[in-house]
């Protein structure tokens, strides 16, 4: 069994037996949908097979210290992700996927191209065509597990300012992911007026 098949089923082993139910948006879906981003971008960067597994192991592990906290979750991801790979490669490269699980944090600005495309995969979500449907799962998790209740213009407002901030940083997420976010945008755009114009 390969490097990545036996991450893909400890960390899918790990999230469907640890993760509480809460979680509706930062799931097993989620981390898949992650890896599945990181193999798009990649296609399109001159990376080597290294960087490439680094990169997917890195996605698979990203979120899975939401098994252990909500507080520095990724923190605890990467103590997870050395824990499961020590002995199965060399410690500088557990390093580098380390570091690439950090390169997720909000609060992070990475420059190296690698981080730039974990980053660009842990959202990818905002220019997929279904983006309402991520944005109400994340909704409801924010209800449940952190008690946050928006009115629906505050979530539409608090959400276009964060699509409206946010930029896409590889060449790849330039070209094509900020165009269908754009997209997302006038969505959300259109909605807050809607609902505006209902409230008044």
Not at 157 to 174: E, S
Not at 175 to 182: D, S, V, Y
Request: proline share 2%.
């Amino acid at each position: 069994m390969g490097l990545l098949t036996l991450v893909e089923f400890h960390v899918t082993s790990l999230i469907k037996t640890r993760l509480p139910a809460g979680f509706k948006f930062h799931n097993l879906q989620h981390t898949r949908d992650v890896v599945a981003a990181v193999g798009e971008i990649v296609a399109f960067e001159d990376l080597n097979i290294q960087q490439w597994e680094d990169l997917m192991i890195a996605a698979w592990f990203h979120d899975t210290g939401y098994t252990v906290s909500v507080e520095k979750h990724e923190w605890h991801s990467a103590v997870l992700a050395r824990k499961f790979l020590k002995g199965l490669m060399d410690p500088i490269r557990i390093r580098d996927i380390c570091q690439l699980i950090d390169a997720t944090r909000l609060e992070c600005h990475p420059q190296l191209l690698t981080d730039l495309i974990i980053r660009d995969a842990d959202t990818y979500h905002l220019s997929r065509s279904n983006y309402q449907h991520y944005m109400q799962r994340l909704r409801k998790e924010w209800h449940i597990l952190l008690g946050k209740d928006y009115p629906d213009d505050c979530w539409l407002k608090l959400n276009l300012d964060f699509l409206t901030q946010h930029k896409y940083q590889t060449r790849y997420g330039q070209h094509e992911l900020e165009k269908r976010k754009r997209n997302n945008i006038r969505m959300l755009e259109f909605q807050l007026i809607d609902s505006m114009l209902i409230t008044n």
